[in-house]
Nanobody, 125 residues
Framework: QVQLVESGGGLVQAGGSLRLSCAASGRTFSTYAMGWFRQSPGKERDFVGVISGSGRSTDYADSVKGRFTISRDNGKNTVYLQMISLKPEDSAVYYC??????????????????WGQGTQVTVSS
């Protein structure tokens, strides 16, 4: 089981930026894809984006494409979610997740076996 710890959430005004980080335990970080998901109160958890193990492939939800960027530093076992032009509707608890079965990208929540505890992002209007 991979241990994941998110950080970087907080309160920001609409139009602002935040960068979330997710630190992973273990020695095989580069062998699995890493995803970001988010959940607002009363709603299901939604896919935000994913990055392959090598970092060469990414995929994003349409709602964040062009505003959010996922990157990873395999030397530091860390994945990042850079968010710009934030909107109030981006407010949610953000979770990072590890797809330890494969390094290939996926949008399916069920493909991710390890999850962080989540970090709150609140965007004020």
């Amino acid at each position: 089981q991979v241990q994941l710890v998110e950080s970087g959430g907080g309160l920001v005004q609409a139009g602002g930026s935040l960068r979330l980080s997710c630190a992973a335990s273990g020695r095989t970080f580069s062998t699995y894809a890493m995803g970001w998901f988010r959940q607002s109160p009363g709603k299901e958890r939604d896919f935000v984006g994913v990055i392959s193990g090598s970092g060469r492939s990414t995929d994003y939800a349409d709602s964040v494409k062009g505003r959010f960027t996922i990157s990873r530093d395999n030397g530091k076992n860390t994945v990042y979610l850079q968010m710009i032009s934030l909107k109030p509707e981006d407010s949610a608890v953000y979770y990072c997740a590890a797809k330890t079965s494969s390094s290939l990208v996926s949008r399916r929540e069920g493909d991710f076996g390890s999850w962080g505890q989540g970090t709150q992002v609140t965007v004020s209007s």
